[in-house]
């Protein structure tokens, strides 16, 4: 297994794993299949140039992604999102996801980003425990933020310093 920071000629190899990810475990994201399928092949491109996306493929099988959405605003520059998290069933404990994020991060850090961030779903508590045990700290909620066929979910926002330091806000915040 191999990480690779995609590139605008691996629309294909994004396309493939985006869409079974929003198939796979509709719940998780935001985002709806057909958000993504509806799409022009430059759409599909635009979003991955945007953003830093990586997937974790198993020969050329992507089995997993994890993408980076840069604050744009000068003095929010140095913070991040972690978005379009994804980890195929059967590669499911085997340190994909830890993989992805180690190369994210770097990523980040030579980006010049400080901050990460990120939304979980608050009645996901195996992704909540993984960014735990990653140094994240929930820094808050969100009440009902996310609609699932017509159910209100909470949201938990998590961030973690990747410069060496804890700021004192994330610091002790409430798990």
């Given at each position: 297994?191999r990480?690779?920071?995609?590139?605008?000629?691996?629309?294909?190899?994004?396309?493939?794993?985006?869409?079974?990810?929003?198939?796979?475990?509709?719940?998780?994201?935001?985002?709806?299949?057909?958000?993504?399928?509806?799409?022009?092949?430059?759409?599909?491109?635009?979003?991955?140039?945007?953003?830093?996306?990586?997937?974790?493929?198993?020969?050329?099988?992507?089995?997993?992604?994890?993408?980076?959405?840069?604050?744009?605003?000068?003095?929010?520059?140095?913070?991040a999102?972690?978005?379009?998290?994804?980890?195929?069933?059967?590669?499911?404990?085997?340190?994909?996801?830890?993989?992805?994020?180690?190369?994210l991060?770097g990523?980040?850090?030579?980006?010049?980003i400080r901050?990460?961030?990120?939304v979980?779903?608050?009645?996901?508590?195996?992704?909540i425990?993984f960014?735990?045990r990653?140094?994240?700290?929930?820094?808050?909620?969100?009440?009902?933020?996310?609609?699932?066929?017509?159910?209100?979910?909470?949201?938990i926002?998590?961030?973690?310093?990747?410069?060496?330091?804890?700021?004192?806000?994330?610091?002790?915040?409430?798990?």
């Amino acid at each position: 297994m191999r990480i690779k920071h995609l590139d605008e000629d691996d629309v294909d190899i994004f396309r493939r794993i985006r869409l079974e990810a929003l198939n796979r475990e509709p719940q998780a994201f935001a985002s709806t299949t057909a958000d993504w399928e509806r799409l022009s092949t430059e759409e599909w491109r635009a979003r991955l140039t945007t953003n830093a996306v990586f997937a974790a493929l198993d020969g050329d099988q992507p089995v997993g992604i994890m993408g980076l959405m840069r604050e744009r605003a000068s003095r929010l520059a140095h913070r991040a999102t972690i978005i379009m998290v994804y980890v195929r069933d059967e590669a499911r404990g085997s340190g994909v996801a830890r993989h992805l994020l180690t190369h994210l991060t770097g990523h980040a850090r030579a980006s010049g980003i400080r901050l990460l961030e990120l939304v979980v779903r608050a009645d996901n508590p195996t992704a909540i425990r993984f960014y735990a045990r990653e140094g994240f700290h929930e820094i808050g909620r969100v009440p009902g933020g996310m609609l699932d066929g017509g159910v209100e979910v909470d949201e938990i926002l998590m961030a973690r310093h990747i410069d060496g330091r804890a700021a004192p806000a994330l610091q002790g915040a409430p798990r």
